[in-house]
């Protein structure tokens, strides 16, 4: 079976740029996650998909972060403009269904904003 | 709302010494608690988890952790290291339900001494 996708693995910007990373969950699960994981911290959720609805959203940085999940299956993170701040990892996750069941988790985007 | 505390940024062990690693949990709801790995590079990987079932639970790689919910404590240990176990560990919670993002601790790098 394979796992969560992500790209690109690594992505260097300028401050004031935007990016995107995009995520390919594992085939069948409802439920898609993005964390942030900053340098000597554990991630933070940023948003949470069931199919292609928003679940929670509470910690993402509405200003700058966008995320969608077209048709319930791929989906991308936004962030407009970049700042210092954003260098960080960007980690995408699966699941089944929500309430508990193993979240499953992609690779990383190792992100640096100069 | 939710917390995770790990106690020790670092742990070191000698290769064949018991492995314990330090969660205790805060969760206005019953939790889920769950035991990820992390090596350099990589995306996190599920050790193993509590739904509410057995208290002292089974991973994989040989660890295991009980549920203590009168210390609200998830320990997790090895009874004896070896040098593949070195990496970044990470206790996390989640309430379950519909919204279940993980909230994560900051993690325990875990060293092996030869």
């Known amino acids: 079976e394979a796992g969560v996708a992500q790209s690109p693995r690594y992505k260097i910007i300028e401050k004031r740029q935007s990016v995107a990373f995009w995520c390919n969950p594992i085939?069948?699960?409802?439920?898609l996650y993005w964390y942030q994981q900053i340098l000597g911290q554990g991630p933070k959720l940023l948003i949470q998909f069931q199919n292609n609805g928003v679940v929670d959203d509470s910690q993402l940085p509405k200003d700058r972060f966008s995320a969608e999940r077209l048709k319930g299956v791929d989906s991308t993170l936004k962030i407009q403009p970049a700042k210092l701040e954003d260098s960080a990892v960007y980690l995408c996750?699966?699941?089944?269904?929500?309430?508990?069941?193993?979240?499953?988790f992609g690779p990383g985007t190792r992100l640096t904003v100069l | 709302a939710q917390s995770v505390t790990q106690l020790g940024s670092h742990v070191s062990v000698s290769e064949g010494a018991l492995v314990l690693l330090r969660c205790n949990y805060s969760?206005?709801?019953?939790?889920?608690l769950f035991w990820y790995v992390q090596y350099p590079n990589q995306g996190l990987q599920l050790l193993l988890k509590?739904?509410?079932?057995?208290?002292l639970v089974k991973g994989i790689n040989g660890f295991e952790a009980e549920f203590k919910k009168s210390e609200t404590s998830f320990h997790l240990t090895k009874p004896s290291a070896h040098m593949s176990d070195a990496a970044e560990y990470f206790c996390a919670v989640s309430r379950g339900g519909g919204a279940d993002g993980l909230t994560f601790g900051k993690g325990t790098h875990l060293i092996i001494q030869p």
């Open positions: 969760s206005s709801v019953p939790p889920y």
């Open positions: 996750a699966s699941s089944l269904e929500s309430g508990g069941a193993t979240q499953y």
């Open positions: 509590y739904t509410s079932a057995a208290t």
């Open positions: 085939s069948g699960h409802a439920t």
